[in-house]
């Protein structure tokens, strides 16, 4: 009786923290509560099936693990690609069978998502095929010889030697509203006339008959012509002659107007003077014949046969003097000068002055380097108020090579 006692006590007493003592760890006591999960497991583990249990759930939340990252490889593959491929599975968003592979999917990440696409460039360059036949071209205001000759790829002598009928060998013909036959090489375009041999006149602009026979653009049947070198070409006919080259006409003043013969120059117009003896003699070096030492339009020129320089100066601007000399031609000029005045240096040297609005000096007359001897203008065949200014010596030449530094 006292044992019984004593052992409800020790179940039913309080522990030191206040709490009631519990008569066995092992076993459930009815003042504490537990999750049916933890009794479940409990119960599991009791009856040996504790271990087994634990490989299954971790295989098991492997198996989900790789089976959402496979889910989430694939989601972002199909948004990187869709845009990029042209594939009609991708473009009605249909997923390919092929799997991805986990392990592989982030070194093939790396170059999709660090890279940048590059757009399709829908401009195609379409080469400039050759042409054969001549165009034309409408001169606009502002145009030059050599503006129009790069305009077309051509040399600027092209477009004087497509058009003689029209500019004459002269660059200042050029005007706003000109039609211009622009040839589709460089060459020479003239009208057979007749009187020598086919070779013969071909070979005056140093090509073969060939050369101008079978050029596609001249539509010449090669087999209609018989003998090349006497080729049975209607005459009058306009034939461009590819590669082919020419002396330009002149248009300009004659060389050698010296003061005892300048009526070489009379051709040129009313300008021209009786022979004068004595006068003054130049002193064989330059100076500028203008305030302003640039130019203001075509600049010496084989090319384009424009043997001098076009000084700027503004209209009515003094002209001086390049050096002393006597005056050998003082008027107008009939080929495109205008207003135009020469100087015989006595030295071998003769300097030209065109273009002029005025003149201080008349023929005979000797004249001091640096005076004045006329007025900046825009006469005769000229765009534009300037002064076209030339030296010759026996042949035209170049005169930057005289003149001081500017």
């Known amino acids: 009786m006292m044992t019984d006692m004593q052992n409800n006590f020790k179940e039913d007493a309080p522990n030191s923290d206040g709490r009631k003592g519990q008569q066995d760890t092992n076993t459930d006591s009815p003042f504490r509560q537990r999750s049916f999960l933890t009794r479940w497991i409990n119960r599991l583990v ?8 634990l490989r299954i759930g971790t295989n098991l939340f492997s198996i ?21 491929s042209g594939n009609s599975d991708q473009a009605t968003g249909q997923v390919g069978s092929e799997s991805v592979d986990p392990i592989s999917a982030p070194a093939l990440d790396i170059p999709i998502i660090d890279g940048i696409s590059r757009s399709a460039q829908i401009h195609t360059n379409i080469p400039n095929r050759p042409r054969n036949e001549i165009t034309t071209y409408t001169v606009q205001d502002g145009d030059t010889v050599f503006g129009i000759a790069e305009k077309f790829g051509l040399e600027p002598q092209t477009v004087l030697w497509g058009n003689y ?8 013909s050029l005007k706003p509203g000109q039609e211009l036959n622009i040839l589709p090489v460089n060459g020479v375009y003239w009208q057979w006339l007749g009187g020598l041999s086919f070779g013969s006149w071909a070979e005056f602009y140093g090509v073969t008959a060939a050369d101008i026979i079978e050029y596609p653009g001249n539509n010449i049947d090669p087999k209609s012509v018989g003998d090349y070198e006497n080729a049975n070409i209607p005459v009058e006919t306009w034939l461009i002659i590819p590669n ?40 064989g070096y330059y100076v500028y014949p203008t305030n302003k030492h640039y130019l203001s339009g075509f600049d010496y020129s084989t090319k384009t046969n424009h043997l001098g320089i076009d000084l700027a100066g503004n209209e009515g601007e003094g002209v001086y003097a390049a050096d002393a000399g006597v005056i050998v031609y003082a008027g107008w000029n009939d080929y495109g000068y205008g207003n135009m005045i020469m100087v015989d240096h006595g030295n071998g040297f003769q300097s030209l002055y065109a273009h002029l609005s005025a003149f201080n000096v008349g023929c005979g007359q000797s004249v001091g380097q640096g005076e004045g001897i006329g007025a900046v203008g825009s006469t005769g065949r000229s765009s534009g108020p300037h002064l076209h200014f030339e030296l010759m010596a026996g042949m035209k030449v170049n005169p930057w090579d005289y003149l001081p530094p500017p």
Not at 252 to 278: F, I
Request: net charge negative; hydrophobic share 45%; with cysteine.
């Open 46 to 53: 009791e009856m040996g099936l504790g271990e087994p249990l």
């Open 244 to 283: 082919g080259e020419r002396d330009f006409v002149s248009w300009s003043a004659p060389l050698g107007v010296t003061r005892e013969n300048p009526a070489s120059a009379r051709v040129l117009g009313a300008g021209a003077c009786d022979p004068v003896s004595g006068g003054a003699v130049g002193y």
């Open 165 to 172: 009928e029209i500019l004459l060998d002269d660059p200042h």
């Open 64 to 84: 989900i693990a790789i089976g959402i990252v496979i889910a989430l490889v694939q989601g972002f593959f199909r948004q990187i690609n869709s845009p990029l």
